[in-house]
Nanobody, 124 residues
Framework: QVHLVESGGGLVQAGGSLRLSCAAF????????MGWFRQPPGKEREFVAA????????SYADSVKGRFAISRDNAKNTVYLQMNSLKPEDTAVYYC?????????????????WGQGTQVTVSS
């Protein structure tokens, strides 16, 4: 059974950094596009970043461009999200997701598997 397990969330002050990790189990990892989404309190889940199967192409939401970086290590079945210059509005539960052949990286329903999420809280 496929499992995606996120880690690395926590409480950080504005301007700080966090690195999220997502380990995949029972998944042919290199055959999947990997994405990060987030759900702020009381809001819909939204796209953050995605990376293609080989890691050659990345995509970001406008709100995180220049501050966040997605990467992957196919040998370790792990995808990362480096978050710098964090803002209070980045506070959310962050989810990683895997998609076999998405037509668009930012569409939630294109993703086949989801993790349970990790809380990121940015204090002002």
């Amino acid at each position: 059974q496929v499992h995606l397990v996120e880690s690395g969330g926590g409480l950080v002050q504005a301007g700080g950094s966090l690195r999220l990790s997502c380990a995949a189990f029972e998944l042919t990892f290199s055959s999947y596009v990997m994405g990060w989404f987030r759900q702020p309190p009381g809001k819909e889940r939204e796209f953050v970043a995605a990376i293609t199967k080989s890691g050659g192409t990345t995509s970001y939401a406008d709100s995180v461009k220049g501050r966040f970086a997605i990467s992957r290590d196919n040998a370790k079945n792990t995808v990362y999200l480096q978050m710098n210059s964090l803002k209070p509005e980045d506070t959310a539960v962050y989810y990683c997701a895997a998609a076999r052949s998405p037509l668009a990286f930012s569409r939630r329903y294109e993703y086949d598997y989801w993790g349970q999420g990790t809380q990121v809280t940015v204090s002002s």
